[in-house]
């Protein structure tokens, strides 16, 4: 069976993410199978699960760059991103951080370190409106300044215990799709997919695509990727929204309705409840 990290149990996310799974975290571990060995988790995003199950063995993946980038610079350079991000702290004014947003409009963030990088990625996180990731067609960051009164920016308790948890445990990087994060994967791996949602109003034809540029064609290569993975032996756990393409996609499947609703739009005005399910390609008794 899969030990635990043991040494410093108090591991949390590094950052705020938007689909972020820290109140599904009790239904979640619930469902996940009586043993296995290597933890894949290929929509990693700020890790909820990741961090609290701290396994020994992992393979964790975002196609996102900046936060895999982040993740990266945590394992390998952590006082050098503690020391950056204290100087964003000293600094922090919304002027300092339209400053420093804009530098993927000037092309000054091409000459930036990987350490410049993901200090101004946590700083923007941490400051910005509702601690949201959105950038326009361009690939800039667009999020406005928002209203934190003392935002802990400058985190360095958690970034060396998350260091410590990278370097001490076998925990691989990447940074690609999600079916690349998987080819590893063999008998008694467990997988967990978190991928954006399908959205509420779509029908099984949709076409639209959410702001992660997922649509309907990438949750059909997950459903068979799901599949295909559940006949190598490999364990795999999966989270949705519950509409009836998700249930018409796992119908051969287990699938756990969520009782309790939570919120999912990070936009407080537009903060809406909706069912999820938790898909499993094992029973669970
Ligand atoms: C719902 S979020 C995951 C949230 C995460 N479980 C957490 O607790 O924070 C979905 C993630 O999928 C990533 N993503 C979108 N398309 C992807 C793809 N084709 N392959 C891998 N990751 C992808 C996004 O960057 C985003 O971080």
């Known amino acids: 069976m899969l030990k635990t990290f043991t040494k410093t149990p108090h591991l949390k996310p590094v950052t705020k993410w938007v689909g972020g799974k820290r109140q599904l975290l009790k239904e979640l571990t619930a469902l996940l199978p009586a043993e296995y060995n290597r933890y894949f988790e290929p929509f990693v995003g700020g890790g909820a699960l990741l961090f609290d199950l701290a396994p020994q063995t992992a393979v964790i993946n975002d196609l996102n760059p900046e936060l895999m980038n982040l993740y990266q610079v945590i394992k390998d350079t952590p006082d050098q ?131 992660d540029g997922f649509g309907m064609a990438d949750q059909l290569r997950l459903r068979d990727l799901f599949f295909d993975l559940k006949q190598r032996g490999v364990q795999v756990m999966l989270s949705n929204s519950d509409t009836p393409v998700t249930r018409k996609l796992y119908q051969s499947a287990t699938i756990h309705t969520v009782s309790a609703s939570r919120a999912i739009n990070s936009v407080g005005s537009k903060r809406g409840k909706v069912g999820e399910v938790i898909i499993t390609s094992y029973d669970h008794s």
Do not use: W
């Open 81 to 211: 991103l503690i020391a950056c991000l204290e100087q964003h702290q000293l600094h922090n004014s919304k002027d300092y951080y339209l400053e420093l947003r804009s530098a993927d409009r000037d092309g000054r963030i091409d000459q930036f370190s990987m350490v410049e990088r993901a200090a101004r990625f946590v700083y923007m996180l941490k400051v910005d409106f509702n601690g949201i990731y959105r950038v326009n067609s361009k690939g800039q960051f667009n999020v406005p300044y928002g209203r934190y009164v003392h935002p802990k920016i400058a985190d360095r308790e958690n970034i060396i215990t998350v260091h410590q948890f990278f370097k001490e445990q076998q925990i691989t990087l990447l940074n690609s799709d999600f079916a690349t994060a998987c080819e590893t994967a063999t008998a008694h791996d467990l997988v967990y997919f978190d991928p954006p949602y399908i959205p509420l109003t779509e029908t099984a034809n949709f076409t639209s695509y959410t702001k």
